[in-house]
Nanobody, 122 residues
């Protein structure tokens, strides 16, 4: 069973930085991509950043130049470095593993972490 555990959230002042971590456990034959989503109260969950198996990255426009997604393949961990944080970045951040095949014979599916709260005060 694949599990994702996020850490690193918290309360920070506007302009500050946080680094989120997502540790993946469980056997995996292949993974299409890892991503970070966020959901603010009353809003839909949105994709913030994504890194695929080839190392290609995607960022939503609102975080470009401020957030950086990276991975440590040996540690099965994905990071989201968040700089120059703004109050509008306040949300619960979720780690996502996209298109995971635990074994070659099984169909791909997505997995989610439990979420970590990020609060940016003005």
């Amino acid at each position: 069973q694949v599990q994702l555990v996020e850490s690193g959230g918290g309360l920070v002042q506007a302009g500050g930085s946080l680094r989120l971590s997502c540790a993946r456990s469980g056997s995996t034959f292949s993974i299409n991509a890892m991503g970070w989503y966020r959901q603010a109260p009353g809003l839909q969950r949105e994709l913030v950043a994504r890194i695929d198996s080839g190392g290609n990255t995607y960022y939503v426009d609102s975080v470009k130049g401020r957030f950086t997604i990276s991975r440590d393949t040996a540690q099965n961990t994905v990071y989201l470095q968040m700089n120059s944080l703004k109050p509008e970045d306040t949300a619960v951040y979720y780690c996502n593993a996209e298109g995971v095949k635990p074994r070659y014979t099984l169909p791909p599916r997505d997995y989610w972490g439990q979420g970590t709260q990020v609060t940016v005060s003005s």
